[in-house]
């Protein structure tokens, strides 16, 4: 008798150890490989698994092994790709199968549907065929029409060789051409037929228009689109054509990122500083890191393109750890948007009594901002006005005695919704767990029926602009509006099509969007994303207030627009400001980079949080202070390493889940992944998964966590 073919699998769960069972040829049709997608029995159910040994034996007694009773008609996952998932596993403290199997799209996580799988491709095949190809509008920059400081940036890339792991910075203010480098630059690579690249966008759904562009740069090559807002079968499709070599273009957010792609060559990750690059739920990953290493492990090049880049990567740059190429003139010629930081106290800035011709308004914005805005209208330019809070008002009061509209499950305030954002009726909603309530009457606890909101989010500021100019047609741009009539495409076509003067809005529009006609951009709650327990909140409202800035002045055909920036704020003398009031990007990120030094925080130290949630808070903190009484006891604590007080979260009370955080940081990355290998392996053991047997809390261990 030939001896039994043993295969280990792991499965979707917190599970450390993969699970052998018996291969039988004969029915399952095929031979093992490592890396096939495979269905075995699990408990008294059925899981989808990955195959990551093939043997002849097995630690357990052979005859008591089940058999894997299905195959998924795919080919396995490369060895690259299982040497990433390895590698994220390990990294982020993460089981393998709970690493890898949520990667695959759901389509091939259903055996009973695998048998008509390949009926259905070849169906899709059929209809890609017949659909005629989309028109493009987009103007093509090809080489030759490349400036002079592109030309040289592409030059410069084409001296890296396409089998050498080279990370190149490419540093360009907004509207500098630097997609337009890249995709020439890619364009090269992929004259070679097999070669396929890979390109990271943050928040897909918003930048259509990227995707519109590659397309047009690249009409003849098969592209594949990878992001959560796609359908479940053309995402299906879409990963099945870059897993098997198909698909040459693979553009897609940070799922993408550890999509298998055996022949990749190149990887560019835009806005690579962008915090939407980090996944915040189960295996919380960096795509843009997981990137870089994937592009060190393949020997390949990886582009990171910003205008504002990480910390982290500027430094690597400036140490010549990366290469580094900068853009340094706007493509079109358009100058750089003049900066006004309007100091809110003031009293010059402000509106006095008889400014106002109705008295009854009472004014949201400055005066100063108010009158920018005017001329802006005259101008017959558009104005973009950003308040970082959708909604009416974040929260609804009494006047009477001190009652707040406080969420029941969460420790945060009800936003006020009016009618028209969320529903046909105003409504209060917790922005966290989604909680819906009817706004009351009156006050639930005095009666009191004079309830006034406080504070003010882009519902509240739109309707104060229709009353302030009642001719301008406005329109509001937030996940509320784009989710109710109109996608948020369509509203971003209303404004390139010239039928808005003021858009008022949350940071969504000044995403990756190319308006030609904006003369003033408004940012009007800054301040209240300057002061915050996360060191990094100047970094992000830096990067953002950049993007924005961007986002005016662009030179159109009519000729140019030169853009201006409202600031209002009542510390103009910050640093994130004054820096921003020179253009001078780099002169904040080596001021951060000393504040960094000096504090000893990223990126000169390591960090990690080990998550804690419980039915009170006392629980979750005593789970934390009995995890550090452990590591101080096993001498783990010790040079370099730091473990700090666990703490509540910043919203410490979610969906009637107490949280808390502990914090760990190390001046070395192996001392610190030994430490978390130490934690994760003491957790497991008195754990049900990543569930304390005693209390049960809910534990998880976050790598490099972008807010603390
Ligand atoms: P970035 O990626 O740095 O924001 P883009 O490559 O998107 O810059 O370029 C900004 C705008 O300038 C786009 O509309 C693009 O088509 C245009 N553009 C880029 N390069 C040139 C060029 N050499 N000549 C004219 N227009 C250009
Ligand atoms: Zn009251
Ligand atoms: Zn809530």
Not at 83 to 90: E, G, K, P, Q, T
Not at 467 to 493: C, H, I, N, Y
Not at 523 to 531: E, G, T
């Amino acid at each position: 008798m030939p001896p039994p073919i043993v295969v280990q699998v792991v499965v979707d769960k917190p599970l450390t150890q993969g699970f052998d069972y018996l291969w039988d040829k004969e029915m399952l049709g095929s031979r093992p490989e490592v890396g096939s997608i495979v269905e075995v029995p699990f408990g008294r159910s059925h899981l989808i698994g990955i195959v990551i040994k093939v043997s002849t034996h097995s630690e357990y007694e052979i005859e008591k092994l089940k058999g894997v009773t299905r195959v998924a008609p795919l080919p396995s996952l490369d060895p690259a790709a299982l040497r990433l998932m390895n590698f994220a596993s390990h990294y982020y403290v993460h089981a393998l199968g709970e690493t890898i199997i949520p990667t695959i799209p759901q389509m091939w996580k259903k055996p009973e549907d695998w048998e008509k799988i390949p009926k259905k491709l070849a169906a899709d095949k059929e209809k890609k065929k017949k659909k005629s190809d989309p028109e493009f509008t987009e103007e093509l920059i090809d080489e030759s029409h490349l400036n002079q400081g592109q030309k040289i940036a592409l030059e410069k890339l084409r001296t890296f060789s396409s089998d050498e792991f080279r990370a190149i910075l490419l540093q360009g203010q907004t509207g500098s051409g630097k997609t337009a480098v890249f995709l020439n630059w890619l364009r090269g690579i992929l004259e070679d037929t097999s070669a396929q690249v890979l390109l990271l966008v943050p928040e897909i759904n918003l930048t259509p228009q990227l995707e519109r562009r590659v397309r047009a740069y690249f009409p003849d090559k098969s592209m594949v689109v990878l992001h959560s807002g796609v359908s479940e079968k053309v995402r299906g499709i879409a990963w099945y054509e870059a897993m098997t070599g198909k698909a040459q273009i693979i553009l897609g957010t940070r799922l993408a990122a550890l999509t298998p792609m055996p022949n990749l060559r190149a990887v560019v990750v835009d806005e690579e500083h962008d915090p939407s690059y980090k996944q915040q739920d189960g295996i919380r990953y960096s795509a843009r890191d997981l990137a870089v290493w994937r592009a060190h492990d393949l020997k390949i090049p990886i582009l990171l393109a910003s205008a504002t880049p990480s910390l982290e990567t500027w430094m690597a740059a400036r140490a010549g750890r990366y290469e580094y190429i900068r853009l340094d003139q706007r493509a079109q010629g358009a100058s750089l948007p003049k900066v006004h930081l309007v100091n809110t106290r003031d009293p010059q800035t402000q509106f006095s009594p008889g400014d106002l011709e109705k008295p009854k308004v009472k004014s949201l914005i400055t005066k100063t901002l108010a009158n920018a805005v005017s001329k802006n209208l005259e101008g017959k330019q558009q104005s973009l006005i950003l308040i970082n809070r959708r909604g009416y008002a974040p929260v609804l009061s009494c006047g009477a005695c001190s009652w707040l509209s406080k969420c029941d499950q969460c420790s945060s305030y009800m936003v006020l919704h009016k009618a028209g954002a969320l529903g046909r009726k105003s409504v209060l909603s917790c922005h966290h767990c989604g909680l819906v309530k009817i706004i009351p009457n009156h006050c639930p606890d005095c009666g009191n029926a004079d309830l006034k909101t406080l504070g003010q989010g882009t519902q509240k500021i739109e309707d104060f602009i229709e009353e302030m100019w009642p001719s301008a047609r406005v329109l509001r741009v937030d996940t509320d509006s784009s989710r109710k009539s109109k996608g948020a495409e369509e509203l971003f076509q209303e404004i390139h099509g010239g039928n808005v003067d003021i858009v008022v809005g949350t940071q969504m529009i000044a995403k990756g969007h190319d308006y030609q006609n904006i003369g003033l951009v408004a940012v009007l709650d800054a301040d209240s994303r300057l002061f915050s327990q996360d060191f990094r909140a100047a970094e992000r409202l830096f990067a953002q207030l950049v993007q924005v800035a961007g986002r005016a002045g662009r030179s159109s055909k009519d000729g140019e627009v030169s853009g201006a920036i409202y600031i209002e704020t009542q510390f103009p003398e910050a640093a994130v400001f004054q820096f921003l009031l020179r253009h001078d990007v780099d002169g904040f990120l080596s001021f951060t980079a000393n504040e960094r030094k000096e504090a000893g925080l990223p990126p000169f130290a390591y960090q990690a949080l080990i998550h804690a949630e419980a039915k009170s808070l006392d629980k979750a903190i005593q789970f934390l202070s009995s995890l550090k009484s452990h590591l101080r006891a096993q001498g783990l604590i010790s040079n370099g390493l730091k473990v700090y007080d666990p703490v509540p979260k910043a919203v410490m009370r979610v969906a009637g889940s107490e949280r808390a955080q502990l914090l760990v940081e190390s001046d070395n990355r192996k001392n610190l992944q030994e430490t978390l290998e130490a934690i994760d392996s003491y957790l497991r053991s008195h754990s049900q998964g990543r569930i304390s047997k005693e209390g049960r809390i809910r534990w998880l261990i976050e790598r490099d966590p972008i807010s603390i």
